[in-house]
């Protein structure tokens, strides 16, 4: 990883986690991003970790409620708080988001944080990955950053879709998943 790298954690947290089928094998990619925190934190990298909430009064979910996901999320809920293993550090380098919609970039300041901290490179974990992973990801793209998501440390609403994701990234820049042994 180099300096102008920075960690994007996405919605791991308790709800997302606890809806992860049994095939994603959620415990293993929660332990797997916690690594992945570590080693950003080790190397004094930037960390952004996002949640998604939403409020009691059910007024932001837009057309999200239009597929398969139910209300999530809520405001002030233990569902909306992070993963007990997921706990940002105030150390100056992690920085923390709400974000309303899948991609951490709609609506939300984070382009501005990034080229604030000089950001070129984005490594991307989290959940799940074929939404707010993939919506973010093409975000990142279409915004001229190099991104890389570590596949161990992603999870999707199954597997198929998990790893059809993760080809559709691919697509748009070869050599953007990663495992997370390719970390540095």
Do not use: W
Not at 62 to 78: V, W
Not at 110 to 131: E, F, P, S
């Amino acid at each position: 990883m180099e300096k102008d790298s920075a960690l994007i954690v996405i919605d791991i947290q308790n709800q997302f986690v606890n809806d992860l089928p049994e095939e994603m094998n959620g415990t293993s990619v929660v332990k797997n991003a916690v690594k992945v925190i570590d080693s950003f934190r080790k190397q004094k990298l930037p960390v952004i970790f996002f949640r998604e909430v939403h409020r009691k009064q059910v007024v932001d979910f837009g057309r999200e409620l239009d597929g398969d996901e139910k209300i999530h999320c809520i405001e002030g809920t233990e569902a909306a708080d992070y993963h007990p293993l997921i706990v940002p550090e105030d150390n100056g380098k992690e920085f923390e988001m709400i974000k309303r919609r899948y991609s951490c970039f709609f609506h939300t300041d984070l382009d501005l944080l990034l080229k604030g901290l000089g950001v070129k490179k984005l490594y991307v974990i989290g959940l799940l990955t074929d939404v707010c992973v993939h919506y973010t990801c093409a975000d990142a793209h279409q915004n001229d950053y190099f991104v890389k998501v570590v596949r161990e440390a992603a999870g999707g609403s199954s597997l198929k879709a998990h790893d059809a994701a993760l080809e559709a990234i691919e697509y748009l820049q070869h050599g953007s998943v990663i495992s997370i042994n390719q970390l540095n």
